[in-house]
């Protein structure tokens, strides 16, 4: 019949023995045949839609992956899930669907490398919630995995400079303060997206795709290449080679993951000036992966390590102009010289991460001076861009990305608004103050539900001009894209009896980011006076994929899981 196989592989469930002749009778209709029933079995998870630039081209990028599977004489099955596009759904209802796809994604691979016995997986991503839920998939099913991500888009041009759509997003609050015409936006608009790949800056996708290589879920490498060039589909082929090798080796995620390989996650995250983003799916990663990771090792990490990369939003350069001096490797070995990174965390290859660096030659030099990359000893900050508040407002933490030259310090009245839209009319409509503290609040994980990203609101503020003169916090999420004083993930969320949930209109807020505080002018017998006040609101939804995961999140300070074996009270 064929030839006999590891038989520790789960696959043999489905292809071995007489009585899996229906099985494999079923395989055959697809084209499978006697080779692939003695190989392992490689699920290529595909989130491939029309949806987003970000995924629309990723069934090219499978492809590359599938033809990796066979070179390395594996059993590849394509097989599909969901995504949602961030930026399309930004500012909308529909964006509370962005987190909750994050755990959909991830539920949806681990059911479907469960169901079929698979025996290693690659996980390809594009849009934002692709990248973590592809990494939770790996984890909980803890198969042979290499993660793909589907690269990049290409900046746009207009008026001879170089556009992205975090530009179209400020234009909108610059058209509403008069700054800019609504022809220009328009024209801008048909130019700043001008093919696939997920968004160019340093905003979620990216910072997560440059996360995974520090993880060591990623080849080094993998996370630059733009999305329709050739190194990208060569990076495909190599992921399913890899895969295969992955699973002949029984090297498993969590073989990978360490405490010190999530302390090298944070410390690309903070020297690359990442997403705030990042700091919740690195908890829900961790969660997962039952690495012991606190919100404040976000804050040890940032203050010992510089920020060396200036990329959008905090400067003006993209991923694929970090591709051109060599990626995420040459900061890596940058940080590694400088002894803040962990160089003996392992890596999907097998080798470590200093070894790596090694094989791939990598230096940390540049052939030419560049302006968005700078030595450790010369950085941009001489601490990472992450920074975690609490105070009387955030007792269990908030986020807060660092882009500007000044850390701010910033005290003015709270203005209340209880979802993104009022605040957001607000805005629009030209009432906003210098000095005031807009605060959005029953956005969080279960209050929203899915913790929307805030980008619209936090584009027009800025747009405005005033990005360093208002500040904003809400329990909700920023995009990457987001710059300026925007304190989001503040714990605990309002829709649990967190105290943003007591604020009114008027009260003092300070956001302090030398003191990592965030905080309001209330005694602590007056925030109690007020909670007995308080009353639990009823859920925004009664039914529905809505209702089912914004019951089961947990904090955001835990990175708002779903999984029932990790979330914490």
Request: proline fraction near 5%.
């Amino acid at each position: 019949m064929h030839n006999q196989k590891d038989p520790d592989l789960p696959s043999n469930d489905v292809t071995e023995g007489v009585e899996r002749a229906p099985h494999r009778a079923m395989f055959r209709a697809m084209g499978y045949d006697d080779a692939d029933f003695s190989s392992p079995m490689v699920g290529v998870a595909n989130p491939a839609a029309d949806v987003t630039p970000c995924n629309v081209h990723l069934d090219d990028v499978a492809e590359g992956a599938i033809e990796g599977v066979e070179s390395g004489d594996g059993m590849p099955i394509e097989f599909g899930t969901i995504t949602i596009s961030d930026a399309i759904s930004m500012g909308t209802e529909g964006m509370r669907a962005s987190l909750i796809s994050r755990e959909v994604i991830a539920d949806s691979v681990e059911l479907v490398a469960f169901g079929e016995r698979m025996d290693g997986l690659v996980t390809v991503a594009g849009c934002d919630k692709n990248l973590p839920g592809m990494m939770i998939a790996a984890i909980r099913t803890d198969l042979p995995t290499v993660f793909l991500y589907g690269g990049s888009i290409m900046p746009g041009e207009h008026e001879g400079r170089e556009v992205t759509v975090q530009n179209v997003f400020e234009g909108v609050g610059s058209v509403a303060s008069g700054d800019m015409s609504e022809d220009e936006l328009d024209e801008m608009e048909r130019h700043a997206c001008p093919g696939a790949g997920s968004c160019g800056g340093m905003f979620t996708a990216n910072t997560m795709a440059s996360i995974s290589e520090a993880l060591g879920l990623a080849p080094l490498g993998s996370a630059s290449p733009p999305a329709e060039s050739e190194e990208r589909y060569e990076t495909a082929a190599r992921a399913g080679e890899l895969a295969v090798e992955c699973v002949q080796e029984r090297r498993r995620p969590s073989d990978v993951l360490s405490r010190e390989s999530f302390e090298n996650a944070i410390a690309v995250q903070v020297a690359l000036g990442g997403s705030t983003n990042a700091v919740l799916h690195l908890l829900a990663l961790a969660a997962e992966a039952g690495v012991d990771l606190d919100i404040e090792d976000f804050n040890t990490i940032s203050d010992r390590t510089p920020k060396i990369a200036k990329l959008q939003p905090g400067g003006t350069r993209v991923m694929n102009d970090l591709h051109e001096v060599g990626g995420v490797p040459v900061v890596l070995r940058r940080l590694l010289n400088a002894g803040l990174v962990h160089g003996d965390a392992l890596t999907v290859t097998g080798r470590t991460l200093a070894e790596e660096l090694d094989h791939l030659g990598v230096d940390g030099s540049v052939e030419e001076d560049v302006d968005f990359l700078r030595p450790v000893d010369d950085p941009f900050h001489e601490t990472g861009a992450i920074t975690v508040l609490t105070g009387n407002l955030a007792p269990d933490g908030a986020v807060l990305k660092v882009t500007g030259e000044d850390e701010t310090e910033h005290t003015g009245p709270a203005r209340i608004f209880e979802s993104e839209e009022d605040a957001m009319a607000y805005v629009q409509e030209g009432h906003i103050e210098s000095g005031d503290v807009i605060v959005i609040r029953n956005e969080g994980p279960r209050g929203g539900p899915g913790m929307r990203e805030m980008l619209g609101v936090t584009a027009a503020v800025v747009g405005q001009g005033h990005e360093d003169d208002v500040a904003l916090l809400t329990d909700g999420r920023f995009s990457g894209a987001t710059r300026g004083p925007m304190v989001g993930h503040v714990a605990p969320e309002a829709a649990s009896g967190g105290p943003i949930a007591l604020l009114e209109d008027g009260d003092e807020v300070t956001v302090d980011v030398p003191s990592r505080e965030l905080s309001v002018a209330l005694s602590d017998a007056e925030l109690a006076e007020r909670r007995e006040q308080w009353s639990e609101p009823d859920p925004r939804y009664d039914a529905g994929v809505l209702r089912k995961y914004g019951d089961q999140f947990g904090s955001a300070a835990e990175g708002a899981v779903t999984n029932p074996a990790v979330k914490r009270d």
